[in-house]
């Protein structure tokens, strides 16, 4: 045993644990968060002996006689100005990595009372956060230094002055909790007699399964239960979409794998030792076979079937106009092929989920993006009616899409609904890596014409999107792949086809941006070189052609009068014209899954204890839903946002609203809460909350659009649309960027720090994605670690600022738009510009090739 004082306590605690283990599973000080254990994220940083360590990085031994320091053991003034600051700042989206960061400032600022920003990006290098950019964190950090330096008081708050009305930055209501590492995720939980599970994968992506051997893996010690594909009650194969069931809960013998993170066993066991014991006993008899690398592989015409279907999932067509004849009739034509990988989400919790037996049924706490799709998914494999399957959201440490597929959840109801016991199944950080789909790796050849005078006449496109071993939403994603490849300009003769090609590499599936950030980022590129050709600057040329409203998009679309990508593009004309070397890029992004189909936001308020309690399934995954609908709430109700409560979503309660996915929800279900807020208010008319205990009131907000493919002449693609419009300031000497404007429409504003907070993490993400991100695989098997991923960390985080603008004309939502995938589009076309103009030389593959931020010359990283 190794004694060590803990938050001011002594302790002893046993030789070979892990520190992180320890503190989370003996001591239960779930603020330390384990979100990688190879010492790559930060999230379990806590000080010993007054220095930040990473605590997965210690065994206890490591500790006899010194002093470790977690956020629970900070003083109460302490935990006071932390979480005043980081919510003041508006640092707080996810949250998952929110604690280790304060423990980094609280290292800095106790031996530093007066850092510099450099100084401050230098003392957090070790903790990554994928949703905010840094920014509002190092403001964070610098503001709390100024309350220890001048000993100011952070009470009474002045956010609480603010009445939550829309526009006003209020704080985010979840962000105390998390700061201080109080709101619980998913592996936060730990209940009475819960079991452990785990999955076996197979040891090559593609193997046929001859016989898997469970028998002395069942007999292990600890062990409770082994399942196989012929133990599974429900339907076998899963799917996001209902018509797209081809993912196998489970390989059965006599079956081909896919891809490496298929599972062929489950194992429940009374430790997570034990269950990882037991997964070495399993014996599985295979034969490995070639994979299929490539869609180009996949597409041979002797390649064997990845599926009894054959390896296309999907092909979309978009086509309108005279394309052939304006291209060939142009004065000027470009043609370029742009290959771009796949991507790893990264956010920070790892996938995890918690099952238990609930009467006749099942109840699972989990950390996705949509209850009800979980629900949906687990009663089938099941083989429930879906009212027998109950799913409760925890707080979710971030998904980009990536938390849109059953990953852990299915699997945690069959061992809980076999074991008749609570079961926790959590992604080690590499499984995470390997399993969950990733955005689409593309080929995308673009052409794209203009005339003389640089007005665009006509493009054609052809996507070959590599979905992987499944579909996931590789459908969707291609589809609107296709719907935004001619960018946000005015013309309408367009030849778009689309094929979405199974592979055996991980599947591709939502992704921040989905498929927009591919097929923009060729259009964009190629719209640099035509400026050339006709004698314009990039501004003039995008300027020259930018939507305006009335015009007709080349979807057919009429642009509404909200439209805004012309004052985006004025915003920053005086920056680009001054700058010695800059690059720029605009996008546009739906609101809305759109495109015909079924698109619903639903929300529920009821009054309890003099409270307005709002239920809606929207998941939080970082971008202040809760924070969103109160600011509805009170501003349609004509409350003060102390009086509303926003429960987490939750089957048993919450209408179905549908997934946080194409940004959607402030949109959607804040169109639904506006309307229930209406009733609300209405009902209010001479009486107080009091007088309304137990009423109820509901709303929802159903989306029509058109079909891909509708014969009307200018067919409704999507609700909403929001433009962006990024400028990228480069120093033309040493080719590092010196700072980025990110100029965005939303409409209108319903927090200006939430808002500022998700276009700078966007930018990041974009940055990344533009110059050191990387998924390398080696015969469809992952080789990154989360260190090796080449993810931006503060220091490398240039100045952004961020501006935003919007007409906001509609009344829905009060004129909101969506904004958490556009701002992830913009800024890697524009840093590609730049480095054009710099050098020369066109980058057509990602991430950009001979740049200062290379892997082989880290400077700018």
């Known amino acids: 045993m190794t004694a060590f004082i803990l938050n001011g306590l002594k302790v002893d605690a046993p030789d070979d644990l892990n520190l992180l283990e320890y503190l989370r599973e003996e001591a239960r000080l779930t603020s330390v968060k384990n979100g990688c254990s190879e010492g790559a994220c930060g999230a379990c940083m806590v000080l010993v002996d007054g220095k930040a360590q990473r605590a997965c990085l210690f065994k206890v031994s490591r500790l006899e006689g010194k002093s470790v320091l977690t956020v629970e053991g900070l003083s109460d003034r302490e935990k006071n100005v932390f979480a005043h600051v980081f919510g003041e700042a508006g640092a707080v989206q996810c949250g998952f990595c929110i604690p280790g960061m304060v423990m980094s400032a609280k290292a800095l600022l106790d031996k530093n009372p007066a850092p510099s920003r450099a100084e401050i990006k230098e003392a957090i290098k070790f ?56 709101g619980l995720y998913t592996d936060d939980l730990k209940l009475p007699g819960m079991l452990y599970g785990r999955a076996l994968r197979p040891a090559a992506p593609r193997v046929l399964i001859k016989k898997i051997d469970v028998d002395e893996a069942k007999k292990a010690p600890g062990v409770i239960a082994v399942m196989l594909a012929g133990d599974i009650p429900g339907q076998r194969f899963l799917g996001h979409l209902p018509h797209t069931h081809d993912w196998p809960a489970l390989i059965a013998e006599g079956e081909e794998t896919r891809y490496i993170g298929d599972a062929l066993a489950l194992v429940a066991a009374e430790s997570k030792a034990a269950a990882n014991a037991a997964l070495k006993l399993i014996k599985v008899d295979y034969e490995e076979l070639k994979p299929l690398s490539s869609p180009r592989l996949a597409l041979a015409e002797d390649a064997p079937k990845i599926h009894p279907r054959g390896n296309i999932l999907q092909v979309e067509k978009l086509y309108r106009g005279h394309p052939e004849e304006a291209i060939k009739n142009s004065r000027y034509v470009v043609s370029n092929t742009f290959e771009l990988p796949f991507t790893e989400h990264a956010f920070l919790e790892p996938e995890c989920a918690v099952a238990l037996p609930d009467g006749d049924g099942v109840m699972l706490y989990t950390g996705g993006q949509s209850v009800y799709d979980e629900r949906r998914e687990c009663a089938h494999v099941l083989g429930l009616p879906p009212e027998k399957v109950r799913v409760r959201s925890m707080l ?86 296709c719907t935004h490849a001619a960018g946000p300009y005015n013309y309408q003769n367009v030849d778009i086809i689309g094929t979405a090609v199974y592979t055996n590499n991980p599947p591709g599936g939502a992704f921040r941006g989905f498929g927009v950030t591919q097929t923009v980022y060729a259009t964009e590129c190629n719209l640099n070189q035509l400026a050339a050709l006709a004698g314009l600057s990039d501004w003039k040329i995008r300027h020259l052609n930018a939507l305006r409203p009335g015009d007709v998009m080349p979807n057919g679309q009429i642009a509404d009068d909200g439209t805004a990508l012309e004052e985006t593009l004025l915003s920053v004309k005086e920056e680009y014209e001054k700058a010695p070397l800059a690059g720029i890029a605009c996008a546009l992004k739906n609101s809305g899954v759109g495109v015909g189909l079924p698109d619903a936001g639903r929300c529920r308020l009821e009054i309890i204890d003099g409270q307005a309690h709002v239920f809606t399934s929207a998941a939080c995954i970082g971008q202040g ?15 003060d946002c102390r009086q509303i409560t926003v429960a987490p979503p939750d089957t048993k309660n919450s209408p179905d609203s549908g997934t946080t996915t194409a940004s959607r929800q402030t949109l959607f279900t804040g169109e639904a809460a506006r309307r229930a807020a209406l009733k609300l208010k209405e009902a209010l008319a001479g009486r107080d909350l009091a007088e309304l205990e ?113 007409k906001a004309c509609s ?51």
Not at 165 to 178: F, N, S, W, Y
Not at 625 to 639: E, I, K, N, S
Not at 713 to 721: C, G, L
């Open 694 to 806: 137990g009423r109820e009131f509901y709303a929802e907000y159903l989306g029509e659009t058109d079909p891909m493919g509708s014969p009307k002449a200018n067919p409704v693609s999507h609700i909403a649309y929001g433009y962006a419009t990024h400028l990228v300031l480069m120093n033309p000497e040493n080719g590092l960027i010196e700072k980025i404007i990110a100029v965005h429409d939303v409409g209108r504003v319903v927090n200006p720090q939430a808002l500022e907070g998700q276009i700078e993490g966007g930018v990041v993400t974009s940055l990344g994605y533009a110059l050191t991100e990387d998924y390398p695989l080696k015969d469809c098997v992952p080789q990154a670690k989360f260190a090796s991923l080449g993810l931006f960390k503060a220091p490398a985080v240039p100045p952004i600022e961020t501006r935003y603008l919007g």
């Open 625 to 639: 839903m809760a924070t969103v609908l109160t600011q509805m709430v009170a501003t349609y109700a004509g409350l």
């Open 396 to 481: 979710v440490g971030g998904g980009f899409g990536g938390k849109e597929d059953m990953s852990v959840q299915h699997h945690a109801a069959l061992l809980a609904w076999k074991t008749r016991a609570p079961v926790k199944v959590l992604l080690t950080r590499q499984e995470s890596i390997n399993i969950h789909p990733k955005r689409h790796a593309m080929n995308v050849e673009m052409t794209t014409a203009c005339d003389e005078k640089g007005r665009l006449t006509a493009m054609r496109c052809r996507v070959v999107a590599d979905t992987g071993a499944y579909a996931s939403l590789g459908g969707p994603v291609l589809q609107r792949a």
């Open 811 to 861: 009344i829905l939502a009060g004129g909101a738009k969506g904004v958490g995938e556009i701002s992830a589009i913009p800024a890697a076309p524009a840093v590609q510009g730049a480095y054009y103009k710099r050098d020369g030389l066109f980058r057509a593959k990602l991430p950009l090739e001979n740049t200062p931020y290379s892997r082989k010359n880290p400077a700018g990283a």
């Open 127 to 182: 903790n990554v956060c994928r949703c905010t950019g840094y920014v509002k964190i190092e403001k964070a950090v610098a503001m709390a230094a100024e309350y220890w330096r001048d000993g100011l008081k952070q009470t009474p708050d002045d956010h609480q002055k603010l009445a939550g009305l829309l526009g006003e930055p209020i704080h985010r209501v979840d962000a105390a909790a998390k700061v201080l590492g109080l």
